[in-house]
């Protein structure tokens, strides 16, 4: 089943921080967060394994609570380069194949 | 090194041919995965191959779609009687942890 992810948009300037959720009504053995810029191919991001496990990538970093079938992606001190669409992929019990969100638009303006 | 390749880039067909899709994974990768992204929607799984085990083919939308992969390498994603809802971008990714998946630059395929 899809997860929802919140917001569908967002505009940030440059500098400012976001957060992008992802939740699933079913229970997920991990959630992968991939970046798709325009035009381009998604982008792995990062991988979360374990219920309340973070994860960090340059300033983005990720939290997964397992039991709540949650997790959200933190962007701080947001840079142009952020833009994109963030999506995120959860596991369930069909080994690796994922299921994706239907992604959350990132804008950062100068 | 190469990374995912697809082929064709783009591709125009009319409503009821069949079209071939192909992609080439990262040498060495095991995992090979298919998606399909129509404007506005995530990444819709359509099926999965992993090594010389059974494909997993839950994502597929209908019998029209079926997918090979030959030798472990190389997959070739069919659609027959092509229809006006199946167009789209056809992604391609492979994986050899089964975790990190590297995406292809997809086939846009447009259906008249």
């Known amino acids: 089943q899809q997860p929802v992810q919140s917001p569908q948009a967002v505009i940030l300037r440059e500098g400012e921080d976001a957060v992008i959720n992802c939740s699933s009504s079913?229970?997920?053995?991990?959630v992968h967060w991939y970046r798709q810029k325009h035009g381009e191919a998604p982008v792995f991001l990062m991988i979360?394994?374990?219920?309340?496990e973070q994860k960090g990538h340059d300033k983005i970093s990720a939290s997964f609570n397992e039991k709540k079938q949650q997790s959200s992606l933190y962007l701080t001190a947001s840079q142009l380069s952020y833009s994109g669409t963030y999506f995120c992929?959860?596991?369930?019990?069909?080994?690796?194949?994922?299921?994706f969100g239907k992604g959350t638009s990132l804008l950062v303006t100068p | 090194g190469a990374g995912v390749s697809q082929s064709p880039s783009n591709k125009v067909t009319e409503k009821g041919k069949d079209v071939e899709l192909r992609c080439d994974p990262i040498s060495g990768h095991t995992a090979l995965y298919w998606y399909r992204q129509s404007l506005g929607q995530g990444l819709e799984f359509l099926i999965y191959?992993?090594?010389?085990?059974?494909?997993?083919k839950s994502g597929l939308p209908s019998d029209r779609f079926s997918a090979e992969r030959t030798g472990g390498s190389v997959s070739t994603l069919t659609i027959q009687r092509t229809q006006q809802e199946d167009s789209a971008v056809y992604l391609c990714a492979s994986s050899f942890t089964g975790y990190e998946q590297y995406f292809g630059p997809g086939t846009r395929l447009t259906v008249t």
């Open positions: 191959f992993q090594g010389n085990s059974a494909p997993d």
């Open positions: 992929g959860t596991e369930g019990n069909s080994g690796y194949a994922l299921n």
């Open positions: 979360l394994l374990k219920g309340g």
């Open positions: 079913k229970a997920l053995y991990s």
